[in-house]
């Protein structure tokens, strides 16, 4: 009786937190959707299996008759959920109506082939199933368990992978003015990969529906409680912290900045360092041996420009040679964007229209009716 309360609290507080997401104005906004959607599906799932367990135990007839097994099918839009807000928490591009993106819905297929399937049975034949799986599992299941726990571990690992190597640069990432711990992420994916290795077996070695059911809850039980203590502790998901400028000392003796400036300058053209989205002051101060605080004062005695301006000055000079191209296979937008080390069109755009007073298509347009004319 207490576990089902619990399944219970667990699920509302996971729409709570949904709504928060939602609702909060955030820097992170785009991210804290796919998080929030997420938590929807945490909680649409607790209610459903918790509606599956009390109709079995109780014989409701009436309730298992108008029940589908769709648990498996939110598990598996939890992954991909999972993964884009990852990737856009990391300031990486996301397309979603791109078939590369698409492509990450066709694990669905089976589920959603299975639930029509499953429908269209007699109502007699389907409650006799549900009970069978519940205490003694069906090979439908064991088929689309396997194809779950292969899908949650792609995503885990994949997304466990890209987060680890941000924080080989700094646990933090940037977004409009605001800088954002992302180590809280780390764990929480290093959790949910522990808990998949230590369930697998269990899930396959009993093999039944009520087993499912058990693991499903305590996975969502511990995700719950881990955020949780995230959020209380301050170091999770909505918390973030604004970025003051420092005030820096920018005496810097003159022939020593004149040959640090051409040490720099030289390294820009030849190792193109911008062309890398993760290009940052820590990794060119490494490159060219240069302090970071030596940089800063650099750039300020070249008329104080801030590192990311500097960079962006030469991602949006070759920008202006990719626009201005008029061949046959000139590139979109989106593309001219990474290849010129942004690490998002909307990144660009911004960068763009700060320095032009304009967009990128707008420069194209007007570039192309000038040597028209």
Known sequence: METKYLNLSAGVLFLIFALILFIRHSPNKRSNIFLGVLFLLIAGYTELIHFHFHSVHTNDFHHL???LPLDALLLMLMSPCLYFYVLL??????????????AHGLPLLPCIIFNVLFYFRPVDERVNWLIHNFYYGALEMTLISALLYLQISF??????????????ISVH?????????????SLFLF?????????MPVCFWINNEQTNITIGNAAM????????IMTVLKKGMMDMEK???KKVSYQVNEELALSYWKTLTD?????????????????????????????SNILHAHGGIPFADFINGYRLKKAEILLKDKSKYRKNMETIAFDCGFGSRSAFYRAFARAYNTSPKAYRKLHDKNREA
């Open 65 to 67: 008759s108008n029940y």
């Open 221 to 228: 039980n511990l995700d719950f409680i881990y955020l949780f």
């Open 243 to 245: 970025i003051e400028e």
């Open 191 to 199: 959790i949910n990969i522990v808990f998949v290795v230590v369930s």
């Open 89 to 102: 928490l990391l300031n990486r591009p996301l397309n979603l109506i791109r078939w590369s993106t698409l």
């Open 267 to 295: 390294y820009m053209a030849k190792m193109k360092p911008y062309l890398d989205k993760d290009c940052s002051l820590g990794t060119v101060a490494k490159d060219t041996n240069i302090s970071e605080t030596q940089l």
């Open 155 to 168: 995503y885990l690992f994949i997304s466990y992978k890209a987060i680890r190597k941000q924080l080989k």
């Open 173 to 185: 990432v940037e977004k409009n003015g605001y800088r954002i711990n992302i180590s809280w992420v």
